[in-house]
């Protein structure tokens, strides 16, 4: 994706924050945990869950008559929609993390099941080891394809083949498994996949076996628990539900242990105070403007009467001041540009949570969020986003002919169209800059531990060897004593958190702002090593399963360390999480998101094994997203 978003305070007088807070905490915020419930309550769930999406248009047909509700009524028709967009947007991303969770733990138990030590395998099998080699042996030589060097431009295609097989094999051997009832090629299978797909020299450890194992239960059951959690729920502003469970735990004896945990953690987790943000879909709802102290200004449709100034950073004034620039040359055209190259996409706005005493419009920040087309900065970068929509709008045009006679409102329809295609043809003035131009072959994989935030390795993927690795402190270089820093801090926090827990006080510290600092010299050390090697592609691995790996990790170790006294363990796992490096994966990845897509480098996602060094994982995410080009 080319998108990235900014953000900046919005400052208005206190009449104007405590009217749009009234809006979005005691009407919108309140609307939308309705139509959550009403989702969730809704007779069709279940099979809408099943199936895997929801009505287009359900949420929508809830919201309905509950725009004369007088809870929710006297609301603008974009808080409306935003409302139903939200909800949507909600279970839509619900339900495919369900989905996914789902299909990781089918994954997961078919894979348990076949993971079995060599002993167990001899006993299904009811045949000697040897024999299972000797089977294996023959499977690799009848599925694995013989793997011929890539030595010159004509063996392309042939390396490509080879390339889909060989990443095929797995599957192969999984649909083999499941498609015979001969125990000996089962338990064949089995012995290959479990030492990757091939038939090692060495005898099995059954140390080593048993921990392999017991991390594979650890996934299971973790992913058993988070496709048990609970259904979306809202922000409830008022803090009722906390004192219905303080009442409820003051007067009342807990049927079960786990009925006391879950009062304690709805006791000590701090309530929301801040109400759902606002979304402006269209780019067209935002007016921008100067007022009279040369200060940029925006206003809102549907709140056209209230003036909002723009205060931001150096780094993201000239994008404000490009939105401005873009409504000021399509007005001043007469619309004879479309706002469809307009350089913002769409916006949000939302309250940032602050701290101290007093009425919530003056103790909390009006924030306003803006996604942005960073294609759209430069005369290269319009004319491929001018190229595609004109396409786009092409297309739709050729079809709609193709129907022959026309009614009154389909020609209007095509009318509409050839004027938007006669605007988009005529592009707004841009500055002039080069696009990236990678060497599709060459790859940066990023591979993320749990001692190691990341490790990088450029790979040249036609002949699999890795060029040049990097480590985190050849990354970073001088900056890399701000990881220590950090350590500590977050060392201080555990112990200040730890200390409101045991007096039952709030407990959220939060944290500084040396994590989100590392993480954007990291990001622009890899962004700025892919440039110079001039690689096509930068891959990162798939979050939900390092998430998983690093996890099962630190379990199997606090079982090992303490076996038989579960609080031991997790008191154990807390603290090993304190004493090393704790990483903000999913945010040092959206930075690396970012800073590529505003250079115009392409990301992809790889398969990070579990085994294997750092520098290893790396070449291997690489050479993962290689091989899935072949695929698709």
């Not at 064949?188 to 030492?195: H, Q, R, V």
Request: aromatic share 8%; glycine share 4%.
């Amino acid at each position: 994706m080319s998108q990235i978003t900014i953000q900046c305070r919005l400052v208005a007088n206190s009449a104007t924050r405590q009217f749009l807070w009234t809006l979005m905490a005691e009407r919108n915020t309140p609307l939308i945990n309705e139509l959550l419930e009403q989702v969730r309550l809704h007779p069709e769930f279940e099979t809408w869950r099943k199936k895997g999406s929801i009505p287009t248009g359900i949420v929508k047909q809830l919201c309905e008559p509950l725009k004369t509700d007088p809870r929710f009524n006297s609301q603008l028709s974009r808080f409306y929609m935003s409302a139903i967009a939200t909800v949507s947007y909600i279970f839509k991303s619900w339900i495919k993390l369900q989905q996914r969770l789902q299909r990781k733990l089918d994954g997961q138990t078919r894979w348990i099941s076949m993971l079995k030590s060599d002993e167990e395998l001899v006993e299904q099998s009811q045949s000697s080891l040897e024999s299972i080699r000797t089977k294996a042996t023959e499977l690799l030589a009848l599925l694995k394809p013989i793997q011929s060097p890539p030595q010159t431009q004509l063996d392309n295609k042939k390396k490509r083949k080879s390339s889909k097989s060989s990443s095929s094999l797995t599957q192969t051997l999984f649909d083999t498994y499941s498609n015979t009832e001969d125990n000996l090629t089962r338990a064949a299978i089995c012995y290959l996949l479990k030492n990757g797909q091939r038939v090692p020299n060495e005898p099995e450890d059954p140390q080593k076996f048993t921990q392999r194992r017991r991390k594979a239960e650890i996934k299971l059951e973790r992913i058993t628990e988070q496709l048990e959690s609970s259904c979306p729920k809202g922000r409830e502003l008022t803090g009722e539900k906390w004192l219905e469970t303080l009442l409820l735990a003051v007067g009342t004896v807990p049927n079960s242990e786990a009925e006391a945990k879950r009062w304690q953690n709805q006791l000590i987790t701090k309530s929301p105070s801040i109400p759902f943000p606002v979304n402006y879909e269209t780019n067209e709802d935002l007016t921008w403007s100067k007022n009279q102290k040369n200060r940029l200004c925006v206003q809102f449709n549907g709140l056209a009467e209230y003036h909002f100034e723009i205060y931001c950073d150096q780094r993201q004034l000239p994008y404000f001041q490009r939105f401005l620039e873009d409504q000021t040359i399509k007005r001043n055209s007469k619309n004879q540009h479309s706002s469809a190259l307009f350089t913002l996409r769409s916006g949000r706005i939302a309250w940032q949570e602050g701290a101290g005493k007093g009425q919530p419009w003056e103790i909390h920040h009006l924030t306003l969020y803006c996604t942005v087309d960073t294609r759209l900065w430069t005369t290269e970068g319009t004319e491929q986003v001018r190229q595609e929509k004109a396409t786009e709008v092409a297309q739709i045009l050729t079809r709609m002919k193709e129907k022959g006679e026309l009614n009154d409102k389909q020609q209007a329809f095509i009318q509409r169209k050839n004027s938007t295609l006669a605007r988009i043809n005529n592009p707004f003035p841009r500055p002039s800059q080069p696009l990236y131009q990678g060497k599709p072959y060459l790859l940066l994989g990023v591979s993320l531990g749990l001692k190691t935030p990341a490790t990088v390795a450029i790979v040249d993927g036609i002949t699999g060897k890795a060029i040049t690795y990097r480590s985190v402190r050849q990354l970073l270089g001088k900056n890399y004593k701000f990881i220590n820093r950090q350590q500590q801090q977050k060392r201080r926090l555990a112990h200040q958190r730890h200390q409101a827990q045991k007096q039952f006080a709030n407990n959220s510290q939060g944290d500084s702002e040396l994590g989100q600092y590392l993480d954007r010299l990291l990001a622009q050390a890899i962004v700025n090593l892919a440039k110079t090697y001039q690689v096509g592609s930068i891959v990162l691995p798939k979050l939900g399963e390092i998430r998983e790996n690093i996890q099962a990790e630190i379990k199997l170790r606090a079982e090992q360390k303490i076996p038989h006294c579960e609080e031991a363990q997790k008191q154990y796992a807390k603290q090993y999480r304190v004493s090393i490096h704790q990483w903000s994966y999913g945010r040092l990845m959206e930075t690396i998101r970012s800073l590529a897509s505003q250079l115009g480098i392409v990301i992809e996602e790889g398969q990070q094994t579990i085994r294997g060094s750092p520098q290893e994982q790396a070449k291997g995410i690489a050479l993962s997203a290689y091989q899935s080009r072949s695929l698709s």
